[in-house]
């Protein structure tokens, strides 16, 4: 529990952090909320030589209207994005996710960016933004990209994000009169969910009215969408019988909560909660 | 004016939640040294070479010592006590603070760095590198039963002991022989982490001259620390002052004489600087003991009607690698209390304790008394279904005198209960909790096939507490006795002052105290000062653990204070001109019967016997006294418990929907207190039933050595406690109290599991262990229903 030695960089604007990055390389990790990394660090399970402290780029943390999307900033906190009126209104299921973090006084430090570049296949987060098709904006020294949610997540732990980039920004798509669904099964609040399952159905408001964006937690190496049930369901399958196919092509972990067969109950179950909610 | 039984807020608290408290991590020494443990990564193996030449070069590191090193310095006059001998044959393998030649756990010290930082030293142990020969671990205790499976190579076998308490062999066997219904039932009680808020530590401080060390610890016991330490370190007992500061909660996992504690200890008084250290969360579940660890087989027999005949048990525990101060006592501490509050005329306990290579088990909230409850009170609604009858009436049929009060009742493993009164225990739970109603509740959802069913669990728990007579531990061959000491001086000012050999750690004694002693000398509760945890400020005391400090410390306190009321009689007859026995003293006053207008109060008798101007002839100034109250008896609170639990069939969740708890702990000197204590009891039993599991692997590594993963759980996941109170109280003490600290405990995990098992029933699932995972309660049902 007591973090291996490493030199502290305090960036001033998200330039100077991505000059950081460029300088040192896989030596050196952003911290924003610090909810994810210093834990790993506690455990001596990270050890960058470098932190690059980016939590006080205050232009970084804020809710926008982007036209057809919502924009919002990577360093805006978990508690923020769970009060924002306009995620509830756009984006409900995210507010909702948000809401859902931890406990509260990890909300208050999370960030949505750091939750999403960390990629932790547990976190919730990352499949709200899947089953919306959000994205994200990295900005590193050649300038800004876009990445699609279902491009990010490229192994445990590990995202599309290049050594020297810094997510700036979170987009999901406007969808006041999307329906929605979040089942987080755990054995305690505060936990990271043994599976958990973020659903949603696009209203006419959106461009893919009527289709439904299913994603796991905790499912395998990665957030991901539920492709089988996505699928089942485009082809007009029951929602019982896309639930059935809820664990296909996954790779749930073992572990003390649960083994493969009982997470591959869960998430059966979770995805026919869901799309019952959906209606 | 009367404050005693009212629920007056805890002095403590104030300085606790605005982060005043002191605890040991936050004293410090000037030049200390912070200790770094190079702890065994394996659970069994020889140590074959411990390289610290890359440890020693690195920054601020002021020493490294591996274990033959510090064996060779001469620090240790015998290995680390254990206190409890419970077979006069024990295997007792030696323990001391550091390995040398075989490691027996993970976590067991290989070595020691000193350093400037505690970075520094964590960095540096870090570097030390521990060639191991691997040996084969014993993980469990089916392990540890197997032919050739060995915990330590020199041992002839892991057993350590094996204890029995069968008063009556014959009359056990006829009982059984005679019965109509048999009742065999095995249970496992797991391992838990005890987890208190603030982790363990220690700092020893060198006087300047004259070999003093002050002991700082988060200990219980600080009594003991002392003794024990002087005993194996050689140093002699006056030179050791032990303190133990603001304490975060121990529940046990603070009551022992550990290798941090006598190597601080003894490295600091050898180098003359201060030596420091706190233990990690994740170290402390191997650097602090665990709790439980047991298997149980439980067997009732009964008539026809379900009356109990006779009960046989058998304990195997677990010992871990070592023994440590209590570790061999704890399951004797449940064997009295395997007839629950049943009235059985026959009954059998025999216990092994075995060695394993795990974290030693010792003292843990209930320290025995909670296993025994589980275990008859899962049997008892094992036996009910047997009968056909409801568990309510099984309970009913059983219960000592009927369920009518008694007192000084002798029961079958030879205790005199102090006093019982059952049956308005029970009436009242089922009362409160709308019995008939949850059972309607239960029917509706079982005929409607619905997806959430519905447990209703009871246990009408009964524990020994307030440990303890001397004799009786004396005869039990524990290596203390069981008093306690209390000093009460009333100041020259007229504010009291009570030194107390009770030893806090979170209970609010001082609070408690004060209220005893405002009530006994008629004075404000604020103008009492309470002194404690500290040997040279209460050199004679027998610390907190067992549910003792109310009904051995607090007595001791309440005595002293009468006399100090004696003495202040002779000093206030003396001046008054007054016969003695023509006083009455009330609201911290004496007044000369019938004349009303003749008083004078105590405070100005406590000026007047430190001014020592006018006192009676031969009497010795100043107002204070002192008293060792030795008990006649343990006490016997108990209760009833009703768990209300919503089990998911679809996904095997267990939610705790209600819990009702009615507690009997005899006379309450602070209601919130007891309270508190209740709802605090509850969550830990409530946790080891549904959440709490230390998860060792075979190969003797622990799965959850963090609270990431090892789920303790929080306010979150409990329902609003609903409690209600008998008061029952004990004729063994002046004040007619029990002990509150356990009994919550003692009560809640049986009523959760019970209350599971009944949710399963109709798919014929009769037992799930602990925890009630939801995978285990899901696997159990499709297994059912295979």
Known sequence: MIPASFDYVEAASAEAAIAALTEHGDEAKLMAGGHSLIPLMRFRLATPSVVVDISRLSDLSYVRDGGDHLAIGALTRHCEVEASDLVKSQAGLLAHVAGQVGDPQVRHRGTIGGSLAHGDPASDLPAALLALGGSVVARGPGGERVIAASDLFTGFLETALAPDELLTEVRVPKGPDTTWSFQKFNRRAQDWAIVGVAACRNGAGNGAAGSTGVALINMGQTPMLATAVQSALASGASAADAAARAAEGTQPPEDLNGDAEYRTHLAQVLVGRALAELG | MTVVGTPLKRKEDPKLLTGEGKYVDDIHAPGELWMGMVRSTMAHATIDGVDTSAAAAMPGVHAVYTGAQLMDMGLWAAPLPCAWPVTPDMVNPAHYPVATGEVHHVGEIIAVVLADTRAQATDAAEQVEVSYGPLPAVASIAEARTDGAKAHSELASNKSYTWALVPDPAALDAAFAAATHHVTAEFTQQRLIPTPM???????????????????????????????????????????????????????????????????????????????????????????????????????????????????????????????????GVPLLGSFLYTGVYAVPAFGFTCDGWFTNMTPTDAYRGAGRPEASYAIERAMDILAAKVGVGPDEIRRRNYLAGGEKFENLAVPSTLVFDSGHYGPSLDLALDKAGYADLRAEQARRRAAGESKQLGIGLCTYVEICGLAPSRALGGLGFGSGGWEHAVVRLLPTGKAEVVSGSTPHGQGHETSWSMIVADKLGIDPADVTVLHSDTAISPLGLDTYGSRSLAVGGVAIAMACDKVIDKARLIAAHQMEANPEDLEFAEGAFTVKGSPDKTMPIQAIAFGAFLAHN????????????????????????????????????????????????????????????????????????????????????????????????????????????????????????????????????????????????????????????????????????????
């Open chain 2, 198 to 328: 603030e982790p363990r530590g220690v700092l020893a401080v060198p006087g300047v001259a004259g070999g003093d060390v002050t002991l700082y610890s988060s200990s219980q016991v600080p009594h003991f620390l002392k003794i024990l330490l002087a005993a194996t370190t050689g140093i002699p007992e006056s030179k050791i002052r032990a303190i133990a500061p603001a304490v975060g909660g121990g529940f046990g996992a603070k009551l022992n004489i550990n290798p941090d504690e006598s190597l601080a200890l003894t490295l600091a008084h050898k180098l003359g600087r201060p030596v420091r250290w706190t233990e990690t969360r994740s170290e402390a579940a191997f650097s602090t003991h665990q709790g439980r660890g047991q298997l149980q087989r439980i067997e009732l027999a009964a008539d026809a009607d379900g009356k109990l005949l006779g009960v046989r048990v058998h304990l195997d525990a677990d010992m871990g690698a070592y023994m440590m101060l209590v570790t061999p």
């Open chain 2, 615 to 786: 006192l009676p002839d031969g009497m010795e100034p100043n107002l204070q006294e002192q008293m060792t109250f030795d008990p006649s008896n343990f006490a016997f609170p108990f209760g009833t418990h009703v768990a209300v639990v919503e089990v998911d069939e679809t996904t095997g969740q267990v939610d705790l929907l209600r819990y009702v708890a009615v507690d009997d702990c005899g006379n309450q000197i602070n209601p919130l207190i007891v309270e508190g204590q209740i709802h605090g009891g509850i969550v830990q039993g409530v946790a080891q039933a549904l959440w709490e599991d230390a998860a060792w692997d075979a190969d003797g590594n622990l799965r959850n050595p963090s609270l990431l993963d090892y789920l303790v759980p929080s306010a979150a996941e409990m329902p609003s406690f609903e409690t209600a109170f008998t008061v029952t109280p004990s004729p063994a003490n002046p004040l007619g109290v029990k002990g509150v600290g356990e009994a919550g405990t003692i009560g809640s995990a049986a009523a959760v599991i019970n209350a599971v098992c009944d949710a399963l029933s109709p798919h014929g699932i009769t037992d799930i262990e602990m925890p009630a995972t939801p995978r285990r309660v899901w696997k159990a049902i499709q297994e059912a229903n295979q």
